[in-house]
């Protein structure tokens, strides 16, 4: 059975306090990995694909990273305005997304 | 470049009756997918159409339903509503069916007394 797990559900951080999110996951024929952010009302804004293992993508201040166990999304030195809830899914042999239930990132000035 | 519209944003039904959530998608994609999002199951996925087609579907009861017009315009629609069915309905886009990007709109939040 696909299984997704994410750690922690809920982290605080100090403004600049680097930290990293954890995707772990079990599934049969991986076809990719995706980063989501949601924040409070709205829709999940995408942020990455990952589709094997040692793949790496950035942007700003997020760094997704993939192993064949997990993935993680590492927020460098993070701003008030990062928080949101993060959400990773994943795509299997049919053609929809398996969502994790997300970890809420509080950045506190 | 729009991004993905739903209509209506919040919708307030009682229990029994049916209702209809609209979703238009980003200008040139032809996969509409929906998902169901509760505090308690979080985001999952109801179905996905594409070319006007259902091409796959999740663990819902017949009473969810949706279909795909040629304009790529989606509609979903839930009969007999029930307490449970409460949440926010996120419908999302992508340029075609599987492994792409999926691109969300803001949802449409149902409540349902």
């Known amino acids: 059975e696909d299984q997704v797990t994410q750690s922690p559900e809920a982290l605080r951080l100090q403004e600049g306090e680097s930290s990293s999110l954890n995707c772990s996951y079990t599934v049969s024929g991986l076809r990719g990995l995706f980063w989501y952010r949601q924040d409070p009302g709205k829709g999940p804004e995408f942020l990455f694909t990952l589709y094997s293992a040692g793949e790496e993508k950035e942007k700003e201040r997020l760094k997704a990273t993939l192993t064949k166990k997990e993935s993680f999304l590492h927020i460098t030195a993070p701003k008030p305005e990062d928080s949101a809830t993060y959400l990773c899914?994943?795509?299997?042999?049919?053609?929809?997304?398996?969502f994790g239930t997300g970890t809420r990132l509080t950045v506190i000035p | 470049k729009a991004g993905v519209t739903q209509t209506p944003r919040y919708l307030i039904k009682t229990r029994g009756q049916q209702v209809t959530l609209s979703c238009s998608p980003i200008?040139?994609?032809?996969?509409v997918s929906w998902y169901q999002q509760t505090p308690g199951q979080g985001l999952q996925f109801l179905f996905e159409y594409f070319s006007e087609t259902q091409r796959n579907k999740g663990n819902f009861p017949g009473r969810f339903s949706g279909r795909q017009f040629s304009n790529s315009r989606s509609e979903m629609n839930v009969s007999t509503l029930e307490l449970g069915d409460s949440a926010l309905y996120l419908c999302?886009?992508?340029?075609?069916?599987?492994?792409?990007?999926?691109?969300f709109g803001p949802g449409t939040r149902l409540t349902v007394t």
């Open positions: 999302a886009s992508s340029v075609r069916t599987g492994s792409h990007e999926q691109y």
């Open positions: 200008s040139g994609h032809r996969s």
């Open positions: 899914a994943l795509q299997t042999g049919a053609n929809n997304l398996f």
